[in-house]
């Protein structure tokens, strides 16, 4: 009866119930459709505004621990609020994360599928937030990598 109780009590507490997705700013910049599929199924729950908030992030003590990943995951990297100068550092510092294991959290996996990726998928994901950390959509910085060589022939590591 007293954990009955407790529970009931504890759905009183407001936190994690807000559930809001502010609106997407400006989306990353992907180098292509299908590592932004992959990113969009293992990151952008936690990473964008545009989560999919799941039936037990209604639900004391869950929802607390969901809407402090989201919070979390939102300020460290949102991929619905690119900032090129941000965006590139932060995506250098995913890549990292993501290539180590690190991301996607062990615990967010087991709820969601799409987010165990393959060797395969990792190392695309890898790539692709390389790319995004090494290029500049805008024009703003004055970085000149490949800008004025479009051969590809310094592609390469150097």
């Known amino acids: 009866m007293v954990a009955v109780a407790a529970f009931a009590g504890i759905q009183l507490v407001p936190y994690g119930r807000s559930h809001d997705n502010p ?36 639900i004391a003590p869950m929802s607390w621990l969901v809407q402090r990943d989201v919070d979390g995951g939102r300020a460290e990297l949102n991929f619905s609020d690119w900032d090129a100068a941000r965006g590139r ?6 890549a990292e994360v993501v290539a180590d294991g ?19 998928e990792r190392d695309q994901i890898v790539a ?25 022939s310094n592609s390469g590591p150097g």
């Open 128 to 152: 692709a937030l390389t790319q995004m950390a090494g290029e500049d959509r805008s024009g703003e910085d004055g970085d000149d990598r490949g800008s004025d060589d479009r051969s590809g």
């Open 23 to 58: 609106p997407v700013v400006a989306d990353a910049p992907w180098p292509d459709a299908a590592s932004r599929d992959l990113a969009r199924g293992a990151c952008y729950d936690c990473h964008s505004n545009e989560t999919d908030w799941p039936w037990y992030s209604w």
């Open 102 to 120: 690190g991301m996607p959290p062990r615990q967010y996996q087991l709820m969601h599928p799409a987010a165990r990726l393959s060797d395969a």
């Open 89 to 94: 550092r932060d995506a250098e510092d995913a």
